[in-house]
Structure formats: C-alpha cells, structure tokens
C-alpha cells in the first residue's frame, strides 16, 4: 500500500481562487518533505523542500507567495496554490523521507490541479 | 545550473526484447542515482539505486550500471513486458548526509510492443 499519500488526487478551480494539496507520510515521521511539479510529458521539477516546524525552502524562480507550503506536523505537508490561473494547471506530487537514503524518498500519487 | 538529462525521449521495443535506457548527468558531485518509473497519472515508482562508488547493481530483471569517467548511467530492462511501458526517470543526490532532494532527468518514454 502508498506509504505517501495525497489528496485531492484531482480537483479543478476556477481562476482567481486558492487550492490545498495534502501529503500525508503513513506510518513513519517525514521532517523533510519535498514538492515537485509536473507538466504533461515533461520532468518533475522540484519546487520546494518542505521542513517540519520551519519554513519552506523554495527552489529558484518558484514564488513563495504564490505557493504556500506548510509542514506543521512529522505527518503531513500542505501545499497551498493561492490565486491560481490557468498555467498553474499541473500534476503535483510530493515525497517524504522516512531516513537515510535509496528507496526509503516515498513519492506520492500526485494531483492533478485544473485551474478554469 | 548543472541538471541531469537523458539521451533518448522515446524507446519502442517488442516484448521479450532488452530495453537499454541512457541518462547523462553534469554534476561531478553527485554520488547516488535512483532510477524511477512513472506510469501515466500516477507518482514516480523506485526501481534500483546505484551509488557513485559501484558501477553496477542488478535487482530482478533490471541492472543499472554507472560510468563515472563520462558521467553516463544506464537502466537495462530484461525481457522487456507489456507492463514495462511507462516513462523511466533517472534522478541524481550529489549531498551526502540527511538531504533527499532529487534532481530529475528529463525521462524517456519506453512503449513495448506485444
């Protein structure tokens, strides 16, 4: 079964309005979380690292302000797409480290967001 | 900014044959690479993880092997299968210690043919 989980897996909003993705780590504590974003047959692009109890470190050209992260809990990372346009239309997908390194990065199901 | 990239962006094969998927990095500092499928819709699926100080490591039906001389690693599929289809990622970690972020290559889309 998913050891990262992520909700909505879908949802679809209408411009000018604000979206919340979770990702939720199963059974084990993530300190570190990290969100990608995905374009149709295109790579995953790393948007931010997600720390728990502190604040999220952006990768270059990502707005902070635009794509608010919160990691309030070992459990669970929000990912928060505020005043969302068309072009934020992507897939999103999070990982969670449980620690170390190899295959203990999980990924989640990812999100499709349509923003209309 | 260094990134890692792939050499082919497509790759048929019929089923039964070997698939050979290529992926060359730029980064000198990264030390562990991981090879992820991705089915359509769906997040990135581990496959096998090789580090900078192997240059090959096997699993079931899939070897991946690291030639760091010319910053090249390789995902070879055995008796490819219908289920193999997707797209295949290569990722790279070039820091040491308790930092998990993942530089991805651009992916190559592997379709077998029955």
């Known amino acids: 079964g998913a050891v990262v989980s992520q909700h909505p897996s879908w949802v679809i909003c209408k411009s000018g309005t604000s979206v919340k993705i979770e990702c939720r780590s199963l059974?084990?504590?993530?300190?570190?979380m990290f969100w990608y974003r995905q374009f149709p047959k295109q790579s995953l692009m790393l948007m931010a690292t997600?720390?728990?109890?502190?604040?999220?470190?952006?990768e270059q050209g990502v707005e902070k302000d635009k794509f608010l992260i919160n990691h309030a809990s070992l459990t669970l990372s929000t990912l928060t797409v505020t005043s969302a346009h068309p072009e934020d239309s992507s897939f999103y997908i999070c990982?969670?480290?449980?620690?170390?390194?190899?295959?203990?990065?999980?990924f989640g199901e990812g999100s499709w967001l349509t923003v209309v | 900014g260094e990134s890692v990239g792939l050499h082919l962006p497509t790759l048929s094969v019929q089923e039964g044959d070997n698939s050979i998927i290529n992926c060359a990095y730029s980064?000198?500092?990264?030390?562990?690479f991981i090879w992820y499928k991705q089915e359509s819709g769906k997040g990135p699926q581990f496959i096998i993880d090789?580090?900078?100080?192997?240059d090959k490591r096997q699993g079931q039906r899939v070897t991946v092997l690291l030639n760091k001389t010319v910053k090249h690693l390789s995902l070879q599929i055995a008796a490819t299968q219908p289920g193999d289809s997707a797209v295949y990622f290569c990722?790279?970690?070039?820091?040491?210690?308790?930092?998990?972020?993942?530089?991805f290559g651009k992916g190559t889309l592997l379709t077998v043919n029955p």
């Open positions: 990722a790279e970690n070039s820091n040491g210690g308790s930092n998990y972020k993942l530089t």
């Open positions: 997600s720390n728990e109890g502190s604040k999220a470190t952006y």
């Open positions: 059974d084990f504590q993530a300190t570190t």
């Open positions: 090789i580090r900078s100080n192997m």
């Open positions: 980064n000198s500092a990264s030390d562990y």
């Open positions: 990982s969670a480290s449980a620690g170390g390194r190899g295959n203990t990065i999980y």
